[in-house]
């Protein structure tokens, strides 16, 4: 029995069985390979792709960069024929013009309109004085009229003296009335064409704004994707032109849910890079996701029909990438990462992020 297990077979064999089962003990994580640090190779890196599309139709006249290249923001990607648009923002501010001169004849015709009332007045004051007159001379003849003291030829022109200068000063009320009236007129239409106006500003400044976004520009520092804007291209609202990646990336990490006691925000995370040579970065974990991976899919999961089978779920962990490495100004959202947390590091303070 001794001479068996001292067998160079025998030997072999119990060092193969405990390298299996020392790498199954490894593996799952049991005692004496037990440890605070957690490591998920479903992680990647993620930054904001904008996808930069028009907001009108036209040929594209001029694309300004290539692909893959470095812009600034504000800087000129691609540029749409702007002649319609041109001419929309001349037409709508020749209408704009027209509107405020109609504008500005209403403020001339309420002056206008003030110095007839002004006048009217006048020709009332000066109507009621000669009605005094003539009432004041038909007064003292017409006693003597009726005496026989006056001649009728007196009395009759005394009397339509006094009646002519009853109708003028009526004429006069009637003629300040028609002035009042026709100011009023001219203040109750100012309102609209104060809105007219108002319209064709609005009109001016949507002309403005459709010529301005024949430009399309980079809304950020970044680095182009692949260019689909072609020259003479017809393009439409929503049309994909091309991406701008800024250079602000994180890192998603997906742990699973029995992975994720112990984690905390703001504990470090050792995160390595495999386009990097599997070399190292550092950093920190920002937040967690409020639900685990399969609640966000869009075909959920029914659990409550047929067989179950017990599967561990995995939760977003977004993690932030310190900043003043060298080696993060290479990383490019896609990429995949590993990443370990170890839970027993506490917390530190989180870097302010620029």
């Known amino acids: 029995m001794l001479k068996s297990l001292r067998s160079p077979t025998t030997i072999i064999v119990l060092l193969a069985g405990l390298c299996g089962l020392s790498l199954v003990l490894y593996a799952w994580r049991l005692p004496p390979f037990h440890s605070s640090v957690e490591m998920t190779e479903n992680a990647y890196v993620r930054g904001y792709l904008t996808i930069m599309s028009p907001q009108l139709s036209g040929y594209v006249a001029e694309v300004a960069v290539h692909d893959y290249e470095e812009v600034k ?51 009332l004051d000066s109507a009621k004085a000669a009605f005094n007159r003539a009432s004041a001379a038909w007064d003292r003849i017409r006693p003597l009229a009726e005496k026989g003291i006056s001649t009728r030829s007196e009395a009759d022109q005394s009397k339509a003296a006094f009646e002519q200068a009853v109708a003028a000063v009526r004429q006069a009320e009637a003629g300040l009335e028609v002035s009042r009236q026709a100011l009023a007129t001219t203040l109750g239409a100012r309102a609209g064409l104060q809105a007219t106006v108002s319209g064709a500003e609005a009109a001016v400044e949507l002309a403005r704004i459709d010529l301005e976004n024949t430009r399309i520009v980079a809304p950020r520092d970044g680095k182009l994707g692949e260019i689909g804007a072609r020259l003479g291209q017809y393009v439409t609202p929503g049309s994909q032109l091309l991406f701008v990646v800024p250079h602000d990336v994180w890192v998603l990490a997906n742990f699973k849910e029995t992975q994720l006691d112990g984690m905390r925000a703001g504990q470090p995370v050792t995160i390595s890079v495999d386009a990097l040579q599997k070399n190292t970065l550092t950093g920190h974990i920002e937040r967690f996701s409020p639900a685990a991976g399969s609640e966000f899919s869009i075909i959920r999961p029914d659990n409550a029909t047929g067989n179950f089978t017990k599967v561990a779920q995995r939760v977003g962990v977004r993690i932030a990438v310190d900043p003043g490495q060298p080696l993060a100004d290479l990383l490019s959202p896609g990429l995949s990462v590993v990443v370990r947390v170890d839970k027993d590091m506490a917390p530190s303070a989180v870097p302010a992020r620029t």
């Open 73 to 123: 923001a504000g800087q000129l990607l691609v540029k749409i024929d702007d002649r319609i648009y041109a001419q929309k923002l001349a037409q709508a501010q020749a209408t704009l013009a027209a509107q405020q001169a109609a504008l500005a004849n209403s403020r001339q015709q309420e002056l206008s309109g003030k110095a007839g009332i002004a006048a009217s007045d006048a020709q």
